[in-house]
């Protein structure tokens, strides 16, 4: 049975920083895209960060430069490093797993999701 735990999350001024984690258990072999999404109120599930089965990476526009996914293997657990926190980056964050997923940015493609940690950013 696959479990993802996200942790991590908290309220921090804007320009902080934060670092998530997401501990996988019960994913088999190493060939798992990892994903971290993202969903403010009212607003639909977004695409943040994704570092694939070949530890390629891949992030949102608006991200790039402030977040670092990572993942460590031998732990079974995947990273997001968030700097220069803004009030807009304010959400629940997700962390997803699929194998080898073909299109790493839409979120209907990831087969395990956790349960969210909220990351809330004040001005």
């Known amino acids: 049975q696959v479990q993802l735990v996200e942790s991590g999350g908290g309220l921090v001024q804007a320009g902080d920083s934060l670092r998530l984690s997401c501990a996988a258990s019960g994913l088999t072999g190493s060939n798992y895209d990892m994903g971290w999404f993202r969903q403010a109120p009212g607003k639909e599930r977004e695409f943040v960060a994704a570092i694939r089965w070949n530890s390629n990476t891949y992030y949102v526009d608006s991200v790039k430069g402030r977040f670092a996914i990572s993942r460590d293997n031998a732990k079974n657990t995947v990273y997001l490093q968030m700097n220069s926190l803004k009030p807009d980056d304010t959400a629940v964050y997700y962390c997803?797993?699929?194998?080898?997923?073909?299109?790493?940015?839409?979120?209907?493609?990831?087969?395990?999701w956790g349960q969210g940690t909220q990351v809330t950013v004040s001005s």
């Open positions: 997803a797993a699929d194998k080898r997923a073909s299109y790493y940015w839409r979120h209907l493609e990831y087969d395990y």
